[in-house]
């Protein structure tokens, strides 16, 4: 493993959620879906990810995420850069702190033709609790709404 990563090593193999998560907005209906998180490495100073959600009751493939994590070496800097199956790309930036990172939007860039409302600013929070489950909460602004909370959900290595 490149020893920049190492502070990352926490967060490497396959997660599956262990009950549904939690999805709300004050503009949608509260729905509930399963997701399953691999992160990875190839021996580059990058982890590489990809999100699966799916709907809780149908197991409908639902939101799709990919992308790399990078870290600025002898730094807590982390870089997060994703592509969603939603024709939205972002660059998310923040700080790991011993088992948790907190990442905030740093650009975002979307299709021609996005669904509104335009996404415009996300935060995110990957941490590893006590209890050994990985937690991820994601919030969102959005053309209409203030920043406030989209999607929470824990996870248990399988
Ligand atoms: C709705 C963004 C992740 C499921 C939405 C909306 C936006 C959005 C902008 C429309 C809100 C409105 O109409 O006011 C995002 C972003 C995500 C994300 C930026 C990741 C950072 C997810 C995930 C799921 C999900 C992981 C899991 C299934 C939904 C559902 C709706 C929704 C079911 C309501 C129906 C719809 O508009 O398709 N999301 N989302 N989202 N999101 Fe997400």
């Known amino acids: ?3 920049t990563i190492l502070p990352l090593d926490w967060l490497l193999g396959t ?3 262990d009950e549904p998560g939690e999805g709300c907005f004050p503009t949608i209906k509260p729905f ?3 997701e399953t998180l691999q992160f990875s490495h190839v021996g580059q100073p990058v982890v590489n990810f990809s ?7 149908s197991k409908k493939p639902l939101h799709r995420e990919c992308g790399f994590i990078r870290m600025q070496p002898g730094t807590n800097k982390v870089a997060f850069i994703v592509a969603q199956n939603s024709g939205l790309v972002e660059i998310e930036e923040g700080e790991l702190t011993g088992q948790q990172l907190n990442l905030r939007s740093h ?3 979307r299709i021609s033709f996005a669904k509104e ?4 600013e996300i935060s995110r929070v990957f941490q590893l609790r006590a209890d050994g489950k990985l937690e991820q909460r994601v919030s969102m602004a959005t053309d209409t709404q203030p920043l406030m909370e989209h999607l929470r959900i824990t996870y248990i290595r399988s």
């Open 15 to 17: 997660w599956q959620s």
């Open 107 to 109: 650009a975002i860039a």
């Open 117 to 120: 409302p335009h996404v415009k």
């Open 51 to 57: 999100f699966n959600a799916f709907h809780a009751d």
């Open 1 to 3: 493993m490149n020893p």
């Open 32 to 34: 509930r879906y399963f």
